[in-house]
Antibody, heavy 117, light 110 residues
Framework: EVQLVQSGAEVKKPGESLRISCQAS????????ITWVRQMPGKGLEWIGR????????NYSPSFQGHVTISADKSISTAYLQWSSLKASDTAMYYC??????????WGQGTLVTVSS | QSALTQPPSASGSPGQSVTISCTGT?????????VSWYQQNPGKAPKLMIY???KRPSGVPDRFSGSKSGNTASLTVSGLQDEDEADYYC??????????FGGGTKLTVL
């Protein structure tokens, strides 16, 4: 069974750094892109960017470029989303999802990030 | 890139059909056959329902169908059931290795 398992909920202060993870299983990790999606409280889905785990090539939405960094470690089939300096507006649920081609499936369970002073 | 436009809400009675629209431009929905649809239940992760405009993944009931005309894609749910009540999101490729989602539609089964 293809599965993406994300790290647990985080509570951080503004200005702190954070890295959340997404571990894949049930398929060859380097075969498919991994995408990250944001969902702010009560809002819709937003495409953040994606990574090709085979060579760590990344694409970012212009809205998120420079604000987050996507990376991957193919030796442990894990993708990451990280921030160097969190803001209150980064409070959201973050999903990782496998991208076979031009669609997204399956999705991880989500990681809730709360940024509050 | 801007989010695709979806109606905030849609509704129908059990057994009826309901169609949810997803409007973009010739640079996204109209330019590629790469529209997909996702169902999200409260507190849960989204689930793929339709990909490449009209293809249905294994396990998705055939009551769900997708289509596209010009810059507007549509998701139709036929024979509406209580379990279909959820939020639905469309997504499209927008070129330059970027994707965008719609604002989402809350489907209510009356």
């Amino acid at each position: 069974e293809v599965q993406l398992v994300q790290s647990g909920a985080e509570v951080k202060k503004p200005g702190e750094s954070l890295r959340i993870s997404c571990q894949a299983s049930g398929y060859r990790f380097i075969t498919y892109w991994i995408t990250w999606v944001r969902q702010m409280p009560g809002k819709g889905l937003e495409w953040i960017g994606r990574i090709d785990p085979s060579d760590s090539y990344t694409n970012y939405s212009p809205s998120f470029q420079g604000h987050v960094t996507i990376s991957a470690d193919k030796s442990i089939s894990t993708a990451y989303l990280q921030w160097s300096s969190l803001k209150a507006s980064d409070t959201a649920m973050y999903y990782c999802v496998r991208q076979p081609y031009n669609w997204f499936d399956p999705w991880g369970q989500g990681t809730l990030v709360t940024v509050s002073s | 890139q801007s989010a695709l436009t979806q109606p905030p809400s849609a509704s129908g009675s059990p057994g009826q059909s309901v169609t949810i629209s997803c409007t973009g431009t010739s640079s996204d929905v109209g330019g590629y056959n790469y529209v997909s649809w996702y169902q999200q239940n409260p507190g849960k992760a989204p689930k793929l329902m339709i990909y490449e405009v009209s293809k249905r993944p294994s396990g998705v009931p055939d009551r769900f169908s997708g289509s596209k005309s010009g810059n507007t894609a549509s998701l139709t749910v036929s024979g509406l059931q209580d379990e279909d009540e959820a939020d639905y999101y469309c997504s499209s490729y927008v070129g330059s290795n970027n994707w965008v989602f719609g604002g989402g539609t809350k489907l209510t089964v009356l």
